[in-house]
């Protein structure tokens, strides 16, 4: 499901599968580069967006949402949303930690997750339902009601987003500091779905850039 | 700023300040709700929404999105968004833990606080600032533009979400299982402050009104 030049990692295999879509959906693909960085295996079940199986039935047993990705323990136990999977791992195989380790970076690098998610990620997403061409016509099949206006209005906020946390991440590496974290996951995939649907970093975001550049050239961004 | 009848738990007073803000405000209430649920006391700064002090620059300097909370630490660290500022808490004192112990709890708590925000929680935000009279004023005089249609939309959305939680909350008492957590103190936050904005609790929601009164006679509901 994820790029094809991307080889899955070769450490630990975890007894769990889990529910997967492919690119461009960004929310599975944050799961697989999460599990890239910890050099952790989880077998993949590939769930067809295009052919609406994430709304069938079956996939609705494992979230009554109908949303992907969904991570199914041996006990039967389903766990979806992207960040609470990836928590949930973290928390079996701490190393490398990706959430933080003392009170204050865990407090940080949470804030940064939800800001990013917020102040961009939310933004996106309501170009993308409201206003996007390739969500018109399944909008229609199934009923939904687009708002063409806010979606509009949406992408300058998406855009405002980005050139806000242009700026808070003036003269550091990475989203939450120094070191790389769940909050860089966060944002590399809402920036990269962003680009997908015309969305791009603007010019003048040089440190926004730069970043994106440096987390994109990790193994883990192939995934 | 909390209610009048509430009196902070006499425990641990920790060196840092939590900027905050009145009610019906219900993301600073979360904090407060969290801390007396802990037997923690931090020293408020009122922040006034009212006059617009969270806007200005002096709170700026603490968070540039000029929202409220925000807790700051003794080395000038300051912390924003609700529940990252409690997961900073609970790591700081995990006793009693409100995010979980095992991993496969600390996944599922995380699950439901992030289900809970988008489900209902979001859909009462649009309802507050594109639909509700309250925010009318405000946005005219800081021009900004609000989608009334989306608005009403919202309104419906966030009913179904409370609809939908209702259903997968059948047979426990808490919103995350057998135990309270965070997701009860976030559902609290979002299902009061809903109510106050004329979004209540369909009445066939029997379940979900009955975890409502389950957790409301908590003394900490009172902060």
Redesign the interface.
């Known amino acids: 499901m994820a790029h094809p030049d991307w080889e899955a990692p070769q450490g630990r295999v975890l007894p769990m599968k889990l529910y997967d879509a492919a690119m461009p959906a960004p929310n599975p693909r944050r799961v697989r580069i999460f599990l890239a960085e910890k050099g952790l295996s989880v077998p993949l079940v590939p769930v067809s967006l295009a052919a609406g199986e994430h709304k069938q039935d079956e996939h609705r047993a494992r979230n009554?949402?109908g949303q992907v990705p969904v991570?199914e323990?041996d006990d039967g136990?389903a766990?979806?949303?992207t960040?609470?999977?990836c928590?949930?791992?973290e928390?079996?195989q701490p190393q490398p930690p990706l959430f933080g380790t003392?009170?204050?970076e865990?407090?940080?690098i949470?804030?940064w997750i939800?800001?990013v998610e917020q102040?961009i990620g939310?933004h996106v997403g309501h170009v993308w339902i409201n206003a996007h061409p390739y969500t018109e016509r399944y909008a229609k099949t199934h009923g939904i009601?687009r708002?063409a206006?806010?979606g509009d209005?949406s992408r300058g906020r998406a855009l405002g987003g980005m050139t806000?946390l242009d700026?808070?991440i003036a003269g550091r590496d990475y989203i939450a500091g120094d070191s790389y974290s769940m909050a860089d996951i966060a944002a590399l995939s809402i920036v990269d779905f962003a680009a997908f649907i015309g969305i791009e970093m603007p010019e003048d975001c040089a440190g926004l850039r730069a970043w994106h550049a440096r987390v994109s050239a990790r193994p883990s961004a192939q995934a």
Chains 1, 2 share one sequence.
Do not use: C, H, N, V
């Open positions: 009554s949402l991570l323990l136990t766990i979806s949303e960040i609470s999977i928590r949930y791992l928390a079996l003392t009170p204050k865990i407090g940080l949470d804030m939800r800001r102040q939310a009601q708002y206006d806010f209005y806000w700026r808070e």
